[in-house]
Structure formats: C-alpha cells, structure tokens
C-alpha cells in the first residue's frame, strides 16, 4: 500500500451551500491547506525559499465528486505524489469521509506544480524541484502496480 499524507478537516456551514453540499472551491482550499502543512511538517527550509522568491504555481487541477459532503462532517484529505519531474510535481488526492470508524471516499482530485522563480512577484522561470522537498516527496510516491514477468509462455502453457 502507498504511503499518504493526510490532513484532517472538519467541514464548516460557511463552506456549503442553500442545500448544504460542499462547495467545489472548498475541495480546491482544502488540498492547499494539506499540501501547506506537508511542507510545514515535513520542509520546513522550503518555507524560507518561498519567501524568497521560489514558486510552487498551480499548472493543472482536476476534481472527481463522487459523494456529497456536508456540514461538520470529518474529512481526510490524502495526498500522494503521482509524477515527481525536474521542475514539477504532480499529486493525487482522496478526500475520504470517516464518521464511526467507517471511511467512504467522496472525492478524488489531482494537481500539477511548477516550481518557479521570476522577478517584482511574477513567476517567469521553471527551476528545479528544491532537493529538501524532492527527498520528502519521494516517500509518498505512489508506486506502479507489479506486471507479470515477459518472460515465458506467453500466455501458454
């Protein structure tokens, strides 16, 4: 099993709607907060580089809903590194409601990073993933599932 961050949240009446759903911009905040506090917890040194002038600019988001949330409901929001490339990340994200010992997952999301550097507070310069963050992504690397060896019969007996 692939190795998670995981950011618990519990879900606020300002954050839903007349029906009491879940809006989607609150899905979108919530994995910003669980990708801020894996770098509070675990890179704190990226913190000083993103005062000065690192970048981590949001390239591509993508959510899947696949149960309501409401109101004071317990969210847990688990993200998991998909791609790690040069430049970028790309994460994965389950929102996993937990109410009485039981998990339901509600939604899934992804997300793509660039990691910049520019000038006056613009992003201009695609820069390497800094070497703190990379080592601390890399234990929660989702890994590819095993494929049967080429070798044999092919298939035959």
């Known amino acids: 099993m692939d190795r998670f961050y995981e950011y618990r949240h519990v879900v606020e009446f ?69 791609e790690l490339t040069e430049t970028q990340i790309g994460f994965a994200f389950d929102y996993v409601r937990l109410h009485d010992g039981l998990e339901e997952l509600v939604a ?9 550097r520019g000038s006056n507070g613009s992003p201009t310069v695609p820069v390497h993933v800094p070497e703190e963050l990379r080592r601390a992504l890399e234990g929660y690397a989702v890994r590819a599932p095993r494929r049967a060896s080429a070798a044999g019969t092919g298939g035959r007996a």
């Open 108 to 116: 899934r999301c992804r997300q793509r990073v660039a990691c910049m």
């Open 14 to 82: 300002e954050e839903t709607n007349l029906v009491g759903n879940v809006y989607h911009v609150n899905y979108v905040r919530w994995l910003g907060r669980c990708r801020e506090m894996f770098l509070l917890e675990h890179v704190p040194g990226v913190l000083d580089e993103l005062r000065a002038g690192l970048t981590l600019l949001t390239i591509e988001s993508e959510c899947e809903y696949l149960s309501g949330v409401t109101a004071f409901d317990e969210v847990a929001i688990r993200m998991r590194v998909e």
